[in-house]
């Protein structure tokens, strides 16, 4: 007599939707930048010279 059960496939470790994990990493990216636009603002300012006044009398 042969046993036709069907075996089990193992359960995921995490069990989160495709659209949730797209959202988490969506999120760390944006910290991720806002975290590196002051950086990126205080680098750039300090090459670019002040602006000179055109019309001096």
Do not use: E, N, W
């Amino acid at each position: 007599m042969s046993d036709d059960r069907r075996t089990h496939a193992p359960t995921p470790l995490l069990k989160t939707r495709p659209a949730t994990m797209l959202t988490a990493i969506g999120l760390c990216a944006v910290i991720i930048v806002m975290q590196l636009v002051p950086d990126i603002r205080d680098m750039t300012s300090s090459r670019v010279p002040a602006p000179v006044a055109a019309g001096t009398r």
